[in-house]
C-alpha cells in the first residue's frame, strides 16, 4: 500500500512571506499522481495543486508551486506572498488507483 | 461551489443506529468516491462506484455499504454505528477516466452520541 507522510503537523508564517510545506510519500509505482488539498475551516476540500509523476517540470498555479523530486519521492509545496485566507489544513496526496491522504499541515498565516 | 452535492449537512444519532448519507455527483461525472475524515485526520478512502458498478473498495467496514443509482447519485449506509464512526463523510465525483479530477462536495458531519 501506498503511504504519504506529511512531518510538520502545523506551521505559521507571516503575511507576505513565502512558505514551504513537506511532504513524502512511499511506492513502487512510477507512473501516478500527486496532490495538494487545502482545507479552510468550512471543510471544503478544494484542490491546489497536481502533479503528474511522468511530467519532469515542477507544476505552478500562481503563488502554490511544488517541488517534485521523484527520486526521492519528494513533494513539497510553496506558497509565495501568503495571504490570510491561505490558513487552513493542507492534504499531500498520491493517486495510483486510488487516492491515500497524508495527515495533514495546519498552516496559520499571521498579519 | 463543486457541483457536488451532499446531504444531510448534519446528522447527530446514537449508538448502535443506521444511517443513510447521500450524494449526487457534477452533471455528467459518472465516478462517485466516499472517503471518511475523522478529526483533524487526513481523508481514508472507502469505496468508489462507477456507473453504478463497484469499481475500487478502500478501508471501509463491513457495517458500511454503498450504491449508486441509475440516476448516478450515490448512497452510504452505516449501520451498527459506533462512537469510533463519528466523522466528516466526503463524497467526490469524477468524469470517466479522469480520476485524478476529483471534485470534493461540502460533507456530511456525523456524530454518533
Known amino acids: 500500500a501506498q503511504t504519504v507522510t506529511q512531518s510538520q503537523p502545523e506551521m505559521s508564517v507571516q503575511e507576505a512571506e513565502t512558505v514551504t510545506l513537506s511532504c513524502t510519500y512511499d511506492?513502487?509505482?512510477?507512473?501516478?499522481?500527486l496532490f495538494w488539498y487545502k482545507q479552510p475551516p468550512s471543510r471544503q476540500m478544494i484542490l491546489v495543486i497536481r502533479q503528474e509523476a511522468y511530467k519532469q517540470q515542477n507544476a505552478t498555479e500562481n503563488r502554490f508551486s511544488v517541488n517534485f523530486q521523484k527520486a526521492a519521492k519528494s513533494f513539497s509545496l510553496k506558497i509565495s506572498d501568503s495571504q490570510l485566507g491561505d490558513t487552513a489544513m493542507y492534504f499531500c496526496?498520491?493517486?495510483?488507483?486510488?487516492?491515500?491522504f497524508g495527515s495533514g499541515t495546519k498552516l496559520n498565516v499571521k498579519p | 461551489d463543486s457541483g457536488v452535492t451532499q446531504t444531510p449537512k448534519h446528522l447527530i444519532t446514537a449508538t448502535g443506529q443506521r444511517v443513510t448519507l447521500r450524494c449526487s455527483p457534477r452533471s455528467g461525472d459518472l465516478s462517485v468516491y466516499w472517503y471518511q475524515q475523522s478529526l483533524d485526520q487526513g481523508l481514508q478512502f472507502l469505496i468508489q462506484?462507477?456507473?453504478?458498478?463497484?469499481?475500487a473498495k478502500g478501508n471501509i467496514l463491513e457495517r458500511f455499504s454503498a450504491q449508486q443509482f441509475p440516476d448516478l447519485h450515490s448512497e452510504l449506509n452505516l449501520s451498527s454505528l459506533e462512537l469510533g464512526d463519528s466523522a466528516l463523510y466526503f463524497c467526490a465525483s469524477s468524469v470517466e477516466g479522469t480520476p485524478y479530477e476529483q471534485y470534493f462536495g461540502p460533507g456530511t458531519r456525523l456524530t454518533v452520541t
Open positions: 462506484y462507477y456507473n453504478g458498478e463497484e469499481r
Open positions: 511506492t513502487s509505482e512510477s507512473n501516478y499522481y
Open positions: 496526496a498520491f493517486m495510483k488507483q486510488e487516492f491515500y
